[in-house]
């Protein structure tokens, strides 16, 4: 629908525009064309074209929402984006291959598979700190899988929202893949509709409303939420190694605002200083001495962020333990990497997540305690260790519930696709990346084959006591009672 505002006509997206939207994505769905292996391979391929030929603009559009710098945005979101894609290309005919399933006596004669189908039309909400990333990953395993897709890029990156929807008409099927730009109005139209899958990556405030509008039609949803992110560094490693791991994990993935960012440090109160010293070390030889004119840190978003994250800086539990950083320039939007040490659990700054350049450090009397911390909290999304101790590493991967895990390292499992990425708890549900993408939006449908050949009277009235007993050693498998109970025969 378009209205006049002044001079300009502004086209508004509401409720009968998105259900057009849905109806003509279904009519293109019901068609079959999605389905064919053909047109899934094909606009794969038309994605890495676009990875390809848009690279300039893409970085351009990045410095414009968050000042990401160009490595980041080359390498973090287009270098996997193309990965992802390569991945699907390769292994695409194996994905959408029935799997065999073996049957049991009780179906005997017959065989069985189990068919991935596309759910139909899907609806992916996506974030603004990884605007192409967080948009296309997900895009990928629903074209793989077969499906219809909308995506509704975040307003809070209009610059890369306004690329990937040009970018999409230009290189994709526009009658089965569509993007909306808007903000809250759009996309509270689009929860309207039926979707037969949604996906939002976001927080948790807005996921329970997408829950809540997904929950109306029975709609299943994948959550990528975040959390309160826990490092846990023990004193018997290569510290050197480790502060440079963890700086790259929080302020080389967009200063922070990343969903997998290393949040908050728990270490003894005995190593805390060494620490200290070392993480100031590495962040200078990285960043230089002023560190709000590095080139190689993005931004914060917008103003209501920065408000935000200097809220939890001022706060009075907290403003006094600020150990390094601290400068900001809210005109530039800009806050420096900002260490603070011996932060207390009930401050603000521990009571959410940061996503930011801020790391709280927690000191402990021994290593053990960490676990208490984090297991007291909400499960994170990812949580790191750093340690030599065989059995520390053990009881962390044992005893921490989180999305996922990494030891001696932070944020590079988002890598490898072999594994699955999601959260659980309030961190998320569902999962995506490489197969578990395509997964994600397969529904694995049972198929049992059986012929005319073999029936057997057992199954059918008049019940007796033969039949049952004979039944009873069929579902269970063991050819010792099948054998009694022929013998037995029709004896009470």
Known sequence: ???????????????????????????????????????????LKNVVRMCDDSEKEVVEALYKDLAKPELEGTLYELGMIKNACKVALKELKNWIRPEKAKTSLTTFPSSAEI???????????????????????PVIGAIAAGNAVVLKPSELAPASSSLLAKLFSQYLDTSAIKVVEGAVPETSALLEQKWDKIMYTGNGRVGRIVMAAAAKHLTPVIMELGGKCPAVVDSDINLEVA?????AGKWGCNNGQACISPDYILTTKDYAPKLVDALKTELERFYGKNQLESK?????????????LSKLLDDEKVSGKIVYGGEKDEEKLRIAPTILLDVPRDSLIMSEEIFGPLLPILMLNNIDESFDVINSGTKPLAAYIFTNNKKLKEKFVMSVSAGGIVVNDTTIHLAVHTVPFGGVGESGMGSYHGKFS???????????????????????????????????????????????????????
Not at 243 to 247: A, D, P, S, V, Y
Not at 439 to 446: I, L, V
């Open 438 to 492: 395509f997964d994600a939006f397969s529904h694995k449908k049972a198929v049992l084959y059986r012929s005319f050949i073999g029936d057997a009277a057992l199954r059918y009235p008049p019940y007796t006591g033969f039949k049952l007993r004979m039944m009873k050693a069929l579902m269970g498998g063991s050819f010792l009672a099948i054998l009694r109970a022929l013998f037995r025969g029709s004896k009470p």
């Open 243 to 247: 502060m440079r791991r963890l700086i």
């Open 1 to 43: 629908m378009a209205t006049t505002i002044g001079e300009e006509k502004v086209t508004v997206f509401g409720e009968e525009e998105a259900k057009q939207l849905v109806n003509g994505l279904r009519v293109a769905y019901d068609s079959g064309r999605t389905r064919s292996y053909s047109w899934r391979v094909a606009q």
């Open 296 to 308: 190689d840190l993005s931004r914060i978003v917008n103003s209501n962020h920065f408000a935000r």
């Open 115 to 137: 068919v991935s189908e596309p759910f139909g039309i899907v609806l992916i909400i996506s974030a603004w700190n990884y605007p192409f990333l967080l948009s296309i990953d």
